[in-house]
């Protein structure tokens, strides 16, 4: 199980990386930099890959609401749901 975890949060910051918005300089100086790195619309892209890793149609409700602020809570926060889910079926 370990293993499987460390895929998912391999794949998840992957994902982060080449998806989230981080604002570069000072303040924010336009809407987008305004937005959260990581919004739920965005975050439901990466079930796709992870759908992969663990043979399963993973549903969208895996997804928190809203938005992913750092990286590390969107590796933790959703690989935890993920394998919690996995754990019931």
């Not at 604002?23 to 796709?48: K, R, W």
């Not at 938005?67 to 959703?78: G, I, S």
């Not at 935890?80 to 889910?85: K, Q, S, T």
Request: charged fraction near 25%.
């Amino acid at each position: 199980m370990a293993n499987l975890e460390n895929q998912i949060k391999a794949a998840l910051e992957q994902f982060w990386d080449d998806h989230a918005l981080v604002p570069t300089g000072g303040g924010p100086s336009t809407v987008d930099e305004l937005l959260e790195p990581i919004e739920s619309m965005t975050a439901v892209e990466v079930l796709l890959i992870l759908d992969k890793i663990v043979n399963k149609k993973l549903p969208n409700s895996l997804i928190q609401a809203g938005e992913y602020k750092t990286k590390e809570e969107f590796a933790n926060r959703l690989s935890a749901r993920v394998l919690a889910y996995l754990a019931t079926k």
